[in-house]
T-cell receptor, first 112, second 115 residues
Framework: GQQLNQSPQSMFIQEGEDVSMNCTSSSIFNTWLWYKQDPGEGPVLLIALYKAGELTSNGRLTAQFGITRKDSFLNISASIPSDVGIYFCAGPAPNSGYALNFGKGTSLLVTP | ETGVTQTPRHLVMGMTNKKSLKCEQH?????MYWYKQSAKKPLELMFV???????ENNSVPSRFSPECPNSSHLFLHLHTLQPEDSALYLCASSHRSGGRDNEQFFGPGTRLTVL
């Protein structure tokens, strides 16, 4: 089945640093989604990407849909303590009109 | 209430109990989902309802029984669960129409512990 690989698995950074994480797929996607999950809460949709090469921002977050359509990147600029959480990439599951496949997540820790 | 709400937020039950999880979406969406999130595993889709009809069931054991009485409400009925069913159960909703079908919005989850 389709695999989504996220890296890095975890990051430990200082406040103010920029962060970059990525997600790769074993097959082509037509949509990439990025979610953030805080402890004890459900995932929150950050950015949705629909076109190869697309670059979309949401405040300090920027995500890109890779040209090959098999990868996506999420960047966070000038990180702050509330950026702490787990970031997931997701895309439509093949052979399903409804399901999303999720990566295992990148855990981000930010120290003041 | 806004967004997607779930109750209860925490649930502890014995293996012989019967309980239900409730989800309500206030977004005017027409599709609802149940996911299971276990430690160190990706989110696993359990069930999908579109226009109140079950359209996907991902080989979920029969001890989990979903119910969707209308487009705003979704239930997950639980009976004779096993300790390995302990997990965070997440509800999500989306609007099935052209363009943004894949954007799913999640509730806060129910943390279930089976003793």
């Amino acid at each position: 089945g389709q695999q989504l690989n996220q890296s890095p698995q975890s990051m430990f950074i200082q406040e103010g640093e920029d962060v970059s994480m990525n997600c790769t797929s074993s097959s082509i996607f037509n949509t990439w989604l990025w979610y953030k999950q805080d402890p004890g809460e459900g995932p929150v949709l950050l950015i949705a990407l629909y076109k190869a090469g697309e670059l979309t921002s949401n405040g300090r977050l920027t995500a890109q849909f890779g040209i090959t359509r098999k990868d996506s990147f999420l960047n966070i600029s000038a990180s702050i303590p509330s950026d702490v959480g787990i970031y997931f990439c997701a895309g439509p599951a093949p052979n399903s009109g409804y399901a999303l496949n999720f990566g295992k997540g990148t855990s981000l820790l930010v120290t003041p | 209430e806004t967004g997607v709400t779930q109750t209860p937020r925490h649930l502890v039950m014995g293996m012989t109990n019967k309980k239900s999880l409730k989800c309500e979406q206030h977004l005017g969406h027409n599709a609802m989902y149940w996911y299971k999130q276990s430690a160190k595993k990706p989110l696993e889709l359990m069930f999908v309802y579109s226009l109140e009809e079950r359209v996907e069931n991902n080989s979920v054991p029969s001890r989990f029984s979903p119910e969707c009485p209308n487009s705003s409400h979704l239930f997950l009925h639980l009976h004779t669960l096993q300790p390995e069913d302990s997990a965070l159960y997440l509800c999500a909703s989306s609007h099935r129409s052209g363009g943004r079908d894949n954007e799913q919005f999640f509730g806060p989850g129910t943390r279930l512990t089976v003793l």
